[in-house]
């Protein structure tokens, strides 16, 4: 083992690029371990907001550990990269075609990964260590070391087959839950994917830092499948679930009573059905997949395009409800017909819309419907400009709503009373 690169691995300053969901609680949780942070993102105002010791995200517990770390010194905001002892890059990877259809696969994009890159290589040193946590296709690890090394043709990557070079770099993808990630950052293992032996191991000393859980070691590549396996497991494991759910409703079972019973068995456990599935991970990773073995990913693809479907589904059954409303109040036109959109986010007591399957459905609703529809979405506060949507109280959901659907089942529901509500479609069983 080169006894100067181990010692160079006693991280002084810690970069991270990318301050959302993942980003600011990693960097705030190098910051609680007294380490000097730099956080970096291209949006003024989260940095503004972190300087100030606040956070811009919902996130249980963050808040405290945010303010502590920057109050103290630790932990600071810029949008530009500064000379650092290690960068993880935490950026997101959309698709270049974002209209998911059916008969499309998507295709990523790395952008974000590329112009973090191009951010960071001037402010590159020999010894530097930068680990790429942004979930990713696999290769991307590999892909993002080429464009640092176009940059910086003056230091040495480990693609040059160099036991020690310059540059050590690998990949650790984020494992955590929303709603559970300060806990999580500390007590789950991490896959450490290092492009060398020499990289994982400077990774799983940076990531000791503050994490209990086991770090295990792979190489890149395995790492980025890693965490794409999780989730498109569990994709396919819903849309199970989902595919029930619709059968169920055609052959008039309680689908919610059926799970009930099949779980009953030792060596089952289905999961429960919703409107869809959504999130930065589930509802993406499974198509980095597909899109890089399109032939080989059958039962994947099959899964995704199941989970898709849903949520034209769900609005199929509220078109078919306003017409019955209609039909039991002849006097009332449909412009004249409320509808409760009851949750937005894209999982229980959070704030996060992205990829919301039911943020997607209320908007289509409110696109489609000429009367009223209101979102009821407890954890945020305002939704964007461009949206049809009209953001509501609880009481008013429940005292103006001619039709109610239960998209999101938060903390909050459950203790409002919809049984009184006529016409109600429950897409997450809180009512059966």
């Keep these: 083992m080169n006894n100067e690169l181990v010692n ?13 969901y993942i980003g600011l609680p990693t960097a705030a949780m190098f910051a609680s371990r007294k380490k ?22 919902v996130e249980p517990d963050l808040d405290d550990l945010v303010h502590s ?10 949008t530009t990269p500064q000379a650092s002892d290690a960068f993880l890059i935490a950026v997101p990877t959309p698709f270049k075609d974002s209209n998911n259809n059916q008969k499309e696969i998507p295709v990523p994009d790395l952008k974000y990964i590329k112009e973090a890159a191009t951010a960071i290589a001037p402010v590159l040193k020999k010894g530097d260590l930068v680990i790429l946590e942004s979930t990713s296709p696999v290769g991307a690890t590999e892909q993002m070391a080429e464009w640092l090394k176009e940059i910086r043709k003056d230091l040495s990557f480990p693609q040059d087959n160099n036991d020690s070079p310059d540059i050590n770099i690998a990949h650790c993808p984020e494992r955590v839950l929303p709603g559970h990630v300060v806990r999580e950052l500390v007590e789950n293992d991490r896959v450490i994917g290092g492009m060398t032996e020499m990289c994982s191991l400077r990774a799983v000393d940076l990531y000791k830092t503050f994490v209990e859980g086991e770090c295990v070691v792979t190489n890149a590549r395995t790492a980025e499948m890693a ?22 409703d055609k052959l008039d079972i309680n689908v919610w009573e059926l799970i009930s019973l099949a779980n009953r068995h ?9 409107p869809g599935v959504g999130g930065h991970c589930i509802a993406v990773d499974p198509w980095f997949i597909v899109s890089k073995t399109p032939n080989e990913a ?6 995704r ?6 949520p034209n589904w769900v609005v199929d059954k509220v078109k078919q409800k306003i017409a019955e409303f209609l039909i039991a109040n002849p006097n009332k036109r449909a412009s004249e017909v409320t509808i409760g959109c009851f949750g937005l986010a894209f999982k229980p007591d959070i704030d996060d819309l992205r990829e919301s399957p039911a943020l997607n459905i209320a908007e289509e609703i409110a696109n489609f419907h000429p009367g009223r529809v209101i979102g009821i979405e407890p954890n945020i506060k305002k939704l964007s400009t461009s949206s049809p949507l009209e953001l509501a109280s609880i009481d008013t959901g429940i005292t103006k709503s001619d039709i109610a659907l239960i998209l999101v089942n938060h903390k909050e529901f459950y203790t409002v009373n919809f049984q ?5 479609i429950d897409t997450k069983g809180m009512v059966n």
């Design 8 to 20: 160079k691995s006693l991280f002084e300053t810690i970069s991270v690029v990318g301050l959302g």
């Design 36 to 57: 000097k942070v730099v956080g970096v993102d291209v949006n003024q105002q989260a940095v503004d907001t972190i300087n100030r010791g606040e956070i811009h995200i």
């Design 69 to 78: 770390a920057v109050t103290n010194g630790f932990l600071s905001a810029t």
């Design 227 to 248: 965490k794409l396996t999780e989730n498109s497991c569990r994709d396919v494991q819903i849309a199970f679930a989902n595919e029930l759910s619709v059968i169920c």
């Design 266 to 274: 030792p060596r089952i456990n289905i999961l429960q059905p919703g």
């Design 298 to 303: 059958q039962l994947i693809h099959t899964a």
């Design 305 to 310: 395009k199941v989970n898709d479907s849903k």
């Design 420 to 424: 009184s509500l006529e016409f109600l």
